[in-house]
């Protein structure tokens, strides 16, 4: 079955160190973002690309990094400078721009707690 | 400023009764597209239902439908019949276009709405 697979679904992590979340999909989808929610909140993005081995900053990028090396595959790392990772991470994918697409698909999420 | 204003944290419905979710935008651009998306406590967003700013008709699948008023910037959500299982929270939803190379959507704070048995 096609679809948007995050893992893993929950994460600790120790302050100060770096964490990568996996995100891969198997649509073929040309775009593909980072969202962060917090509780009580919308989505915010964080980092988004529309094809391979280019991507941009969200509204809040800091603190975050990314890369687009392969189609399937968008990884986002959290930093040590990222001084409030808790959250909840979602990834998305479109099968171009969203300006053009009529939805988006999600994945499931990340749950990252630092500890 | 907002771009997108949900101001019911949260509501409250009988099954089988209609509830309309409510949801303001602000844009300049002519151009933009509207979502509603659902998202239950497993935490995957659920696309819903899509209206486009130059959509003359009121969008609608099965039990969703968006009442779109421009003028008033508005895009409510109404949902027919409510089941339990539309128990979830509900996020309206706006990406611009007319501009940039920027191609995102804009979240609101959500809706979260319970349905009574």
């Known amino acids: 079955d096609g679809g948007i697979t995050q893992s893993p679904k929950y994460l600790f992590r120790k302050e100060g160190q770096n964490v990568t979340l996996s995100c891969e999909q198997n649509l073929n989808h040309d775009a593909m973002y980072w969202y962060r929610q917090d509780p009580g909140q919308g989505l915010r993005l964080i980092y988004y690309?529309?094809?391979?081995?280019?991507?941009q900053k969200g509204d809040i990028a800091e603190g975050y990094s990314v890369s687009r090396e392969k189609k399937e595959s968008f990884p986002l790392t959290v930093t040590s400078a990222q001084k409030n990772p808790t959250a909840f991470y979602l990834c998305a994918s479109s099968s171009g721009p969203i300006l053009f697409a009529t939805e988006a698909f999600f994945g499931q999420g990340t749950r990252l707690t630092v500890v | 400023a907002q771009k997108i204003t949900q101001t019911q944290p949260g509501m409250f419905v009988q099954e089988k009764e209609a509830v309309t979710l409510d949801c303001t935008y602000d844009t300049s651009d002519q151009s933009y597209g509207l979502f509603w998306y659902k998202q239950p406590s497993s935490g995957e967003m659920i696309f819903l239902i899509y209206?486009?700013?130059?959509?003359?008709q009121n969008a609608t699948e099965g039990r969703y439908s968006l009442n779109f008023q421009k003028a008033r910037k508005s895009a409510n959500l109404v949902i027919s019949a409510s089941q339990l299982g539309d128990s979830a929270m509900y996020f309206c939803a706006m990406r611009e276009g007319s501009r940039g190379s920027a191609r995102q959507l804009t979240f609101g704070s959500g809706t979260q709405l319970t349905v009574l048995p």
């Open positions: 209206q486009g700013s130059y959509d003359e």
């Open positions: 690309s529309q094809i391979v081995n280019d991507f």
